[in-house]
């Protein structure tokens, strides 16, 4: 009778062990979801500045007043970038990821929808500053650039820069005036082991066309 009871005393402590692990388990889980959860991307009123080609705005008629360093503006409306591309060029786009949640996160990855190696593009990435000089194995849709040691502490911001320059392999595919807008980059974030792919707003697509859109008019 006594070993009996000792065994299920054993049974019910290790029951309850596991128990306590598993509503710990998922505490974490869930505080690390909601961790992640928090961040976002944003962008300023003109998040493209390029040299050797001419950056329009969608709709017509944006303002020139509010141009800050580099050609980056800091109103609060957003107009769709359009980039002419040329040959030689070279491009920064720039956003931020923004932490809204209650922990730091790191940022370990951005990706960069229509512009891998085996799709017909204007443009090509080289690098996405800060941190951002180790390009990966490009996805089925995207190009891919880990970010090394870039924590983003809670109620902060981080910006970064995407580097793009004219693809002059693919140019021939592409008929003056023609072009395409990829969706606009994603971002990798993490805490506590849980990873997250953060999308930007769809409203923040930026187009690029062959040549001047002037001439297209």
Do not use: H, K
């Not at 980056?72 to 060029?89: I, K, L, N, Q, R």
């Not at 000089?133 to 040691?149: K, P, Y």
């Amino acid at each position: 009778m006594g070993e009996a009871r000792v065994r299920r005393r054993a049974i019910l402590i290790a029951a309850l062990a596991v128990g306590a692990i598993a509503v710990v388990t998922a505490g974490w889980q869930i505080a690390a979801w909601s961790a992640v959860g928090g961040v976002r991307i944003v962008y300023d009123a003109r998040p493209v500045a390029c040299e050797g080609a001419e950056v329009t705005l969608e709709p017509p008629g944006a303002s020139d007043d509010l141009l800050g360093d580099g050609g980056f503006a800091w109103d609060e409306t957003f107009y769709s970038s359009v980039v002419g591309v040329e040959p030689g060029m070279t491009c920064a786009i720039r956003f931020f990821v923004v932490n809204d949640g209650w922990s730091d996160i790191d940022a370990q990855a951005v990706a960069l929808p229509g512009m891998q190696e085996e799709y017909v593009s204007l443009v090509r990435p080289t690098m996405v500053n800060p941190n951002g000089q180790t390009r990966l194995a490009d996805t089925d849709d995207a190009a891919v650039f880990a970010i090394e040691s870039m924590p983003v502490a809670a109620g902060e911001q981080q910006a970064f820069t995407v580097l793009l320059e004219a693809n002059a392999e693919d140019a021939d595919g592409y008929e003056p005036c023609s072009g395409f807008i990829p969706r606009a980059p994603r971002v990798v974030v993490s805490v506590l082991g849980v990873q997250r792919s953060v999308a930007s707003p769809e409203a923040s697509a930026i187009g690029y066309y062959a040549g001047a859109r002037a001439a297209c008019d």
